[in-house]
């Protein structure tokens, strides 16, 4: 058995120890700061000098740095939960009423920290600097971004993110190259018309027909100005309408995502057609469109062959050709791609978790999601296995 993977097993109840009280205690986006303070002390305690990074004040950084000079790899774990109800019940469940782990960052932050742990048991074997980055605010899309703004990848040869996924079977890790997950964005438009009674409609201007309109005409974006080999998803998963059932609509709000993997569609071409067919139909319906709100909150996350190489090589010599696992590329975000924009030569891994015996097969941001512990071994031997094969490059 490799080195590496022996120091995991051996912090394997403390890793779990750290997810559950991570799973106990979570904080949703922007607020991670009992999260990030205990990171912060758990960093300490193994002798490390970490320190608070970010705007948000939820950031954590912290280095390892080798008994050899060489480059520099950054790992990253993010530590927000989801306004989600945990539905299962289980002596480390959420603590919040409303707020759970839905998504695994209890089992990222963990493991991240169980990285450290042997990192630093073989520090001599280092060539270089393990940069520890524990990013907040994942799910909005704006921690990474942040994190890079505030120079947190300064210096950094290359990065590695991992995600535990209950899509791939326990025991194996997915590396693929190429697309992984999509470019996803947030937005916004507000269509206006003119009260009027329900009865009477000719004499208001109906906002909420006019939207009802503009969600249908949305989707010939999808099926007739965009290559099909070229996936593009826009929904609409949020409309606001009215005031009461007998009256006609004044103004109307449509909600929702796109997602592509397509940077120049996803940053111009599709906002702009999505501009151009929503005022055009509420100009149709003698409505106008008084509010466009886009938000960018995740690039789309691309494996390099290189570094999807490396990976597989990390892989079979931590679990065997048995551990390579397989994930289709998907339409869900993920806001590492902004460190990955940042540092080409970086890897998005999926740790599998998912083991239908132990009912740890269930969707993410789901209230029944859970993560098989045994699995998280895998992860914390990947991120340090991962960082000495690239700084031993």
Avoid at 73 to 81: E, F, I, K, N, S
Avoid at 91 to 107: I, L, Q, T, V, Y
Avoid at 242 to 270: H, P, Q, S, W
């Amino acid at each position: 058995m490799e080195r590496i993977m022996e120091l995991a097993l051996e912090n394997k109840d403390y890793v779990i120890e750290m997810r559950r009280y991570f799973h106990q205690h979570p904080e949703l986006s922007e607020q991670e700061f009992a999260t990030s303070r205990r990171i912060f002390e758990e960093l300490q305690g193994m002798g490390l000098e970490p320190k608070m990074v970010g705007s948000f004040g939820t950031g954590v950084m912290c280095e390892i740095h080798g008994g050899q000079p060489g480059k520099t790899v950054a790992l990253r774990a993010d530590m927000d939960a989801l306004s989600v109800q945990e539905l299962i019940e289980s002596p480390f469940k959420s603590c919040e009423d409303g707020k759970m782990h839905a998504c695994g960052h209890d089992g990222h932050t963990a493991t991240l920290l169980g990285a450290a742990k042997v990192l630093l048991a073989c520090k001599d074997q280092i060539r270089g600097t393990v940069r520890l980055l524990f990013q907040p605010a994942e799910e909005t899309g704006t921690g990474a971004k942040d994190m890079v703004a505030c120079g947190c990848l300064e210096g950094v040869d290359g990065a590695l993110g991992i995600h535990l996924w209950s899509g791939v079977k326990s025991g194996t890790i997915s590396v693929e190259a190429g697309p992984r997950m999509a470019a996803a964005n947030m937005f916004r438009y507000r269509i206006s018309g003119k009260p009027g009674h329900g009865a009477l409609p000719h004499q208001g201007v109906d906002a909420g027909l006019a939207a009802s309109a503009a969600v249908v005409n949305l989707q010939s974006i999808v099926s007739r100005e965009f290559p099909a080999a070229e996936p593009v998803v826009i929904t609409v998963g949020h409309i606001d309408c009215g005031t009461r059932f007998n009256v006609i609509a004044a103004d109307a709000t449509l909600e929702g995502t796109m997602r592509c993997y397509n940077v120049d569609y996803f940053l111009k071409d599709i906002p702009q057609a999505m501009h151009r067919v929503v005022e055009n139909t509420a100009a149709a319906y003698r409505c106008e469109v008084t509010e466009k709100y886009v938000y960018d909150a995740m690039l789309p996350c691309n494996n390099p062959e290189k570094a999807a190489a490396r990976g597989a090589a990390t892989v079979k010599k931590l679990l065997g050709e048995s551990g390579i696992g397989q994930q289709p590329a998907m339409m869900g975000g993920e806001d590492f791609s902004y460190m990955m924009h940042a540092v080409p030569d970086s890897l998005l891994a999926f740790v599998g978790i998912g083991n239908p015996e132990k009912g740890t097969d269930e969707p993410h941001h789901s209230g029944r999601f859970q993560i098989d512990e045994d699995c998280l071994v895998n992860s914390v031997a990947f991120y340090a296995q991962y960082a000495l094969d690239f700084l031993n490059e």
